[in-house]
């Protein structure tokens, strides 16, 4: 077992939580918030201080740095561990006030500033792995922001220990923090010149030994109505109004299956997120998500047909649909690649712990940045509840990751 300083790692996290960093769906500045830079300022600060002289923050608000090789072996491979600075638009980050719960006892956790808000084991079953450890909350008003400053905090505090133990031998190791990835920019600006890595690892999972090495495969898919405009004090047997079909649409969509209500495990699904319009025109837009790409070509196929059946009872009318990919399931690479995967199980089993290989019902960093050259995996914090006011994490699941990070360091030396 390896010594991380849990109270440093605690406080380390508590201290992160703490920078509203939330980023913004609707803006197109890079990053999407400038607010995201303040917790890249001192991420890129305690770098220094740990001496990694080569830690930056660039003007897009990712963060880059370099733990120096310290092996002999010339041909280990460079590997990179990425973790998002940004919080999720779904619910306030703003003066995130953590509470550290020491000695969990099992009890319901009502949270101060909303009473309303109750952490239940009967609700969150996982909570019962860590009765008598610590976890930490938010205070009822905010998220916490695990998802995913438990990763930074857990990159960060991997990094310390290394850096103060030079006997662990290791190659070049890089580390990366990104804005936006809640938002789905989170690769947009990368410079992988910059990064320099081979191979990479995300550490954005929930659950202690999760490990992550397929994601959904996702597209946005958007429906245009033209309607038939006219003056509404004139409009008899003229008027076709944009947002009234835009309705009949939504109603047409199966109500027990195919959305995320009524779907779990490797189901796809297909979700409205927003309409907008006026009686001349009208938009719906859609996520479209899969396992396997004939999956979300089945899914488009489906929603343009419901679509174009409900817009021809209109006569006069009209409609668009427009696909946009949006990531990949990294699988389709990792199967390319198979030791990163293998590792990352290897260095799981040495903290002790059960792998649990899962499929991510969603997408990751590690998604784009997999197409994009840098095969990459997601692995465990602990982080549960994300994106809600019920927000928590096991402060040992954190340090399980910690020592994670290390072993795979010394795994991939070992076997270079």
């Not at 220094?48 to 930056?56: I, N």
């Not at 509404?232 to 944009?242: E, F, I, Q, R, T």
């Not at 009949?248 to 299956?257: C, F, I, T, Y």
């Not at 699904?269 to 089945?298: C, M, W, Y």
């Amino acid at each position: 077992m390896l010594n991380i300083d849990k109270k440093e790692l605690t406080e380390r996290f508590m201290r992160y939580v703490q920078i509203d960093t939330q980023s913004d769906p609707n803006s197109n500045a890079y990053p999407t918030t400038e607010k995201q830079k303040d917790l890249g300022k001192v991420l890129q600060t305690e770098l220094l201080q740990m001496g990694l002289k080569d830690a930056v923050l660039d003007e897009f608000g990712y963060v880059y740095a370099t733990i120096p090789s310290n092996t002999d072996k010339a041909n280990v491979p460079v590997i990179a561990f990425c973790s998002h600075v940004d919080t999720a638009p779904d619910c306030s980050g703003t003066n995130v006030k953590p509470i550290l719960h020491q000695n969990y006892d099992g009890k319901d956790i009502v949270l101060p500033d909303d009473i309303t808000q109750v952490l239940k084991t009967g609700n969150c079953p996982y909570l019962l792995n860590h009765i008598g450890s610590d976890i930490i909350t938010a205070s009822g008003n905010t998220l916490l922001g695990a998802d995913d400053k438990s990763g930074v905090a857990v990159i960060m505090q991997a990094a310390h220990f290394l850096i103060n133990n030079p006997s662990l031998k290791h190659g070049d190791i890089k580390i990366i923090f990104t804005p936006d990835e809640e938002v789905g920019k989170g690769t947009a600006k990368i410079d992988m010149k910059k990064l320099g890595a081979q191979f990479g690892y995300t550490l954005d999972g929930g659950d202690a030994g999760s490990l992550e090495d397929e994601t959904f495969s996702a597209d946005a898919a958007t429906i245009v109505i033209h309607g038939v405009i006219a003056h509404p004090g004139y409009a008899k047997d003229k008027l076709v109004n944009a947002i009234k079909i835009a309705g009949a649409v939504l109603d047409a969509l199966p109500k027990n299956e195919w959305n995320p209500e009524t779907t779990e495990g490797r189901q796809g699904f297909v979700h409205p997120v927003a309409v907008n319009g006026i009686a001349e025109k009208s938009t719906i837009s859609f996520i479209v998500r899969d396992f396997t790409l004939q999956g979300l070509k089945d899914h488009h196929e489906r929603l343009k047909s419901i679509a174009e059946k409900v817009v021809s009872q209109y006569p006069g009318t009209s409609m668009e649909y427009i696909e946009q990919e949006q990531y990949r399931n990294m699988k389709e690479v990792l199967d390319t690649c198979p030791q990163v995967a293998a590792y990352a199980d290897e260095a799981i089993c040495r903290t002790g712990l059960v792998v649990k290989k899962e499929s991510i019902r969603g997408g990751t960093d590690g998604s784009r940045l997999s197409y994009i050259g840098l095969p990459c995996p997601n692995i465990f914090t602990g982080m549960q509840g994300i994106h809600s006011k019920l927000e928590w994490i096991g402060v040992n699941d954190m340090m399980k990751a910690a020592e994670t990070i290390v072993h795979l360091c010394q795994i991939w030396e070992e076997k270079s």
